[in-house]
């Protein structure tokens, strides 16, 4: 049987439990633990795939196509475990697992209840995850204790430690330790009064992590020690770091894996810590001179949480390229012809994310249109790739008035279009392509020399496709095809020749990227950026010490030279 750590939040939300989770995973799979982890989350909907990303951030989609919380994300990148469906688990799916039972019958006619129903069924999804290869699961609970919401999961939680025993389970609270400036002082109050809450429930913490603007001193964590009757060494401290990749070497220091390993029984020495590489990327990230600007063109731009692995994959490329990555956000609807030039011209690089829905698709096509004529580095992902193939259809191949059924339903030119067999599917939802799908890549291609391989997996998470009907009008036009389904039925991956980097691909790249395993797309468009940033500087210096000949003389050169660079 596995151990059991349970992360619960406190004070207030977005005090950072998922990367707290996601740090000690990282801690205790470095020790060589077998670790996975899961979130409980409280609200309603069955799952997080039709929530709206600006309420809730991105969705973040696993190998098996499960539309999960961003806190999946935290984990993968940090404990790079592949998760599935049985990590996310919402209230709405718990009902609706526990309804069905009932109209079943396999109740047996009794009254179905919140206990004990409803906590049976979620302990039996975190017991899904305890199996023979396992460890260590990290359950996180959403939402913030007192929440009416949150109840039933901390009852079940409550039940745990009687079921298993007591040395097999660990309750972590996470909480707020505020710095008050009139008195100069941390105040501890409110984690007494959340420790209070969750005692209230049954739940007695073993550790309390506490997030503060500075170190807690040692006589505050004694007075958290007294207080709430942990051990003072339980006490942790949990400054805010502009680098999250920091988090686990700062909650080491602070003896949280120790701690918890030796309530677990394990023993350390038999499972020593080796965090060296980690430690080596997660410095390397405060050590980079250089900064490149990526624009994402996207449409929820003022919740950055919106495309979380997409900056999250930019930043490995980034560190495996040596420089910082400064994201420009660009809301889609402002890049029209007239703006794009203002708009993109000082970006080293650009990506074209994901969406749905017709808002803000003129200003994909756009930027893949300026992106293609000025050779800016560009990555077009899923919806980016369709607006690449819309740009290439309507200015190259001349096809006016070419778009994607899903704005357009009586485009003169369906160049995205839903595929044959998905247009008798009446419901939508079961027509989407979702999960891990193999592709096949044109040897010869760039995206191929990116992978260093002819076959990869991607996460999928759409509904149209490029319409075979107009592959070969597109080809013929210098659209490269470099990657197809297996069946060669899927357009997968597209780019171009002459031009630095302009691809496209239909899946996902970002779930897939870690910062010590950056994906070789994100480093590609990065390695470019840099290349665009370097010859813009040396252009400025030229023109500085020469008179000032054309811009746009100095980028045509420029782009001719980085086209030949790739090409080799
Ligand atoms: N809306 C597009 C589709 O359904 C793209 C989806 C996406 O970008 N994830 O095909």
Redesign the pocket.
Known sequence: MAKHIFVTGGVASSLGKGITAASLGRLLKSRGLRVTLQKLDPYINVDPGTMNPFEHGEVFVTDDGSETDLDLGHYERFVDVPLGRSSSVTTGSIYQNVIARERRGDYLGKTVQVIPHVTDEIKSRVFDLDTEDVDVVITEVGGTVGDIEILPFIEALRQFRKDIGRDNVCYLHLTLVPYLGTSGEQKTKPTQHSVTELRSRGIQPDVIVCRSSTPISDSVKQKISMLCDVSEEAVISAIDVSNLYEVPRLLHEEGLDDYVCSLLRFNTEEFPLDLTSWNRMAEQANNLEDTVKIGIIGKYVNLADAYLSVVEALKHGGLHEGVNVEIEWISAETVTPLLAEERLESLDGLVI?????PRGIDGKITAASYAREHGIPCLG????L?AMVIDYARNVCDLEGAH?R?FNQHTPYPV?DLMEDQRIVENLGGT?RLGTYVAKLDPTSKTAKYYGTEVVEERH?????VNPRYRSKLADAGLIVSGLSPDGRLVEFIELANHPFWIGTQA?PEFKSRPDRPHPLFRGLIEQSVKRNHSRCSTTDTRAAAGSPSIKADQTHRNGQDAMAVAE
């Open positions: 994310p994901g969406g749905f829905g992902i899923c919806l980016g369709q994607s899903e995205i989407m998470r759409h509904r149209f496709e996902h």
